[in-house]
């Protein structure tokens, strides 16, 4: 009898040694599920986030040109016409730098961002991520003010 009460004693705890063990593996689980959708909906964030800036570079470049354009004009006026229109070519030189830098950072971010950084595991991709989505928001709304400024200063 003692010994059928230690193999009860023992099973119940092996059972619940067995239980919690299963419990918590379900808990790491649907830990890992939530940082897989955590870092999947980043990715598409900073893909997104990429795709509205890079859908503009046609037209900033297109903006680019215009202004290198209108310089060019501008240096071709008489003396007097010219100094009267130095105002107007000082800023389409500051928007035509102003683009080449939306362009150049857009370039860098694309060259910079590393789709291998998911091999450091979960939370430095998550971390990454995020970085990452600073870093695009801030090119990507550097593109959509320059070219609005070219917007307005183009209408001219």
Request: glycine letters at 4%; one cysteine or more; hydrophobic letters at 45%.
């Amino acid at each position: 009898m003692q010994l059928q009460a230690f193999y009860m004693k023992n099973l119940f705890f092996l059972f619940a040694a067995a239980s919690l063990v299963f419990m918590s593996c379900g808990n790491q689980e649907k830990g890992q599920s939530a940082s897989r959708v955590l870092s999947d909906s980043l990715f598409k964030e900073v893909i997104d986030l990429h795709n509205v800036g890079m859908a503009k570079m046609s037209r900033l470049a297109k903006s680019r040109e215009e202004a290198a354009h209108r310089i060019d004009s501008l240096q071709k006026l008489p003396a007097a016409a010219k100094s009267a229109a130095a105002p107007y070519a000082g800023q389409l030189d500051s928007l035509s730098k102003q683009l080449a830098n939306a362009e150049s950072l857009m370039q860098a971010w694309m060259t910079g961002f590393n789709v291998d950084s998911a091999n450091n595991g979960t939370d430095q991709w998550i971390q990454y991520l995020r970085d990452e989505r600073e870093k695009v928001t801030s090119v990507k709304d550097l593109i959509l003010t320059s070219l609005q400024s070219a917007d307005s200063l183009l209408k001219k």
